[in-house]
């Protein structure tokens, strides 16, 4: 179930870039610069930035809900569910709902 609300980024503003990388585990720049996305009964080319074993991050010009899930078809490592973690200038931070090997 996703929320009701959209929070985009632009609801707090920030001056300063994160100094700190709080991630748990590295990010590696996507083996294919791009995969399909289904959104809200459509399929959608997206483009990927970076690829982890429990998330991605990408670029799309739709705005989805925080938690709203959605299903991504990723060239090297096949079908995969995600939830939206969040949205800030058309990019998209999705988390896996299953973890990748």
């Known amino acids: ?3 009701r609300f959209i929070l ?3 609801m707090i503003p920030r001056s300063e870039k ?3 990388d709080e991630r748990d585990e ?3 720049a996507a083996s294919s610069s791009t995969a399909v996305m289904e ?3 459509r399929k959608h080319v997206i483009r990927l930035i970076n690829v982890s074993k429990s998330g991605a991050m ?3 010009p739709h705005t989805p809900n925080i938690g709203e899930r959605l299903t ?3 060239l090297d490592r ?3 569910t995600a939830q939206v973690r969040w949205v800030k200038d058309g990019r998209i931070g999705l988390s896996f709902l299953t973890p990748m090997e």
């Open 1 to 3: 179930m996703s929320s």
């Open 8 to 10: 985009d980024g632009a």
């Open 18 to 20: 994160r100094t700190i």
């Open 26 to 28: 590295p990010r590696y």
């Open 39 to 41: 959104f809200r009964g």
């Open 58 to 60: 990408v670029i799309f």
């Open 72 to 74: 991504l078809q990723l």
């Open 78 to 80: 096949g079908m995969v």
